[in-house]
């Protein structure tokens, strides 16, 4: 170590005292010996020095030697202490290294050559204690921050509330997250050594396996799979270790139902909005983009023949839809009143709220505050769809009449009539009263070129009216605009139904 070694020397024969420190100091010339002569004066010393090695004469005035180590040990000090004695047995030796002392040495002809070697011994003893209680400190604080680390990434990890687990090669689950058990009906610690497939899926193995095709490439992995009713994206990652050898594989799945039913929605959507931004003009000039798509499709599926399921998906679905649009294009204008749409008993809360989540962006964007009135388990007996396509073509003209932000309410609540009206307010620039009696009339729009062409309304009138409903609007310009769709109460449809 660099600097002197400073040795605390306690002995109360002065005599006893200089031969210690000049048999000291010829061993090693580093080594700086202090002396005191009571056991008073050592604890005093103690109190504002640090020394490498105490040598205590075993016979002191005052205090016993064995006393004076027993204060020592109590403060705290980590400086090895010898004992030297001149009436030293057996006995008295190991009284004192069954109280910490770390050697003991009698006083007799040859004991001041072994004095320096039991220094030596001492200090390369402590400065080894002192390393390995570091040592022990820095593992015990980087072991508390691992744990902290651990418990913390643990309670995200049964925070997140889609599926995450981790399997390794055989398939058998390392660990997951609470989700994952709660779909599993079952504890997170009740999982681990169980096969994935059988605990998610309850089958012997699963078709299009993201983890076997993990398993198999090294690579990432998505699939869309189906449990019962439920339609989850699950997603494979492979894990290496230090050696960049697989290990095991992180499974991350997500509900989609939801969103599924909502892309389906919102795909029925934008196909009237389509219609209403394009047939301003001739069928045709509608026709003609829509050929594009469905030549761009047709070349994109011939010329991608390794496409994964969900690219022939999405490619199938550009196709079906594209013939349809073709469809409403050709019978638009022939709106019929029998259609084959199915009705049903609508929880018109959800269904707003499913309404509102496609177009939540464009509220923020717009900076419009959003506020909904009604009250829970209000349900009105009508097509789910055609009347969440009537509420995104209202929402988005309120939307579209303040361009510099305002306020929606949509409100819910059963009228005397025994039917259900949805109120849909906006603090928008209003319309002109000369325009209110044409605002359902085909065609006819006060929106600019390709913004918008008068068929939304018109065929929200059409829809609502047909199933025997009604769609009212007031208005004023420059304080907003208030539509109220009344349509049959679920409990009246239902009883009308049962005495018929």
Do not use: W
């Not at 699950?234 to 909502?262: C, M, Q, W």
């Not at 009206?421 to 928008?428: K, N, R, Y």
């Amino acid at each position: 170590m660099d600097g002197p070694l400073k040795i605390l020397l306690v002995e109360d024969d002065p005599d006893q005292a200089n031969l210690i420190q000049k048999r000291l100091r010829n061993y090693n010339s580093h080594i700086e010996v202090e002396t005191v002569f009571s056991g008073k004066d050592c604890l005093r010393k103690l109190t504002r020095n640090h020394y490498e090695t105490i040598i205590l004469d075993y016979s002191l005035p005052e205090y016993a030697g064995i006393e004076i180590l027993n204060r020592i040990k109590q403060t705290g000090i980590d400086a090895p202490v010898i004992i030297v004695s001149a009436n030293g047995n057996e006995k008295m030796a190991v009284e004192a290294l069954k109280r910490g002392a770390h050697d003991y040495l009698v006083k007799d002809s040859g004991y001041l050559t072994l004095l320096p070697k039991a220094v030596e011994r001492a200090i390369e003893k402590n400065l080894v204690d002192i390393k390995l209680r570091k040592s022990e400190r820095k593992n015990r604080e980087l072991f508390e921050k691992v744990l902290e680390s651990k418990n913390r990434l643990q309670t995200m990890f049964d925070g997140i509330e889609d599926i995450i687990y981790e399997v390794n090669k055989d398939y058998e689950i390392i660990r997951a997250n609470k989700k994952f058990a709660e779909l599993c009906n079952s504890q997170p610690e009740n999982l681990i050594g169980k096969k994935c497939y059988d605990v998610y899926f309850n089958c012997e193995s699963c078709g299009g396996c993201p983890v076997k095709a993990t398993l198999d490439s090294l690579q990432p992995h998505s699939v869309e799979k189906t449990n019962g009713a439920d339609v989850y994206d699950t997603r494979s990652y492979p894990i290496f270790n230090v050696d960049r050898k697989l290990e095991s594989v992180a499974v991350y799945s997500k509900n989609i139902t939801e969103k599924r039913g909502l892309e389906k929605s919102l795909i029925q959507s934008e196909k009237l909005a389509t219609i209403g931004l394009l047939a301003s003009g001739i069928a045709h000039e509608l026709r003609n983009p829509l050929n594009v798509i469905e030549t761009a499709r047709y070349y994109i599926d011939q010329f991608l023949p390794e496409k994964s399921n969900d690219i022939s998906a999405k490619l199938e679905i550009i196709s079906k839809n594209v013939k349809r649009a073709s469809k409403i294009i050709n019978s638009l204008l022939e709106y019929s009143r029998h259609s084959e749409y199915e009705n049903e008993s609508i929880d018109l809360e959800k269904l707003v709220a499913d309404t509102m989540a496609l177009i939540e962006k464009e509220f923020i964007a717009r900076n419009i505050e959003y506020i909904f009135e009604g009250k829970p388990n209000t349900f009105a007996y009508f097509n789910m769809d055609s009347l969440k396509q009537v509420l995104l073509n209202i929402i988005i003209n309120a939307i579209q009449a303040m361009p510099n932000g305002g306020q929606l309410v949509i409100s819910i609540k059963k009228s005397r009539e025994k039917s259900v009206d949805i109120q849909i307010s906006d603090t928008g620039i209003g319309i002109p009263e000369e325009n209110l009696p044409r605002l359902f009339s085909p065609f006819f729009t006060t929106k600019e070129v390709g913004v918008g062409t008068g068929l939304g309304l018109y065929v929200s009138h059409m829809i609502i009216e047909r199933e025997g409903g009604k769609i009212l609007v007031d208005s004023k310009l420059n304080e907003g605009t208030t539509f109220t769709i009344s349509l049959p109460s679920s409990e009246v449809t239902e009883s009308l139904a049962v005495h018929s």
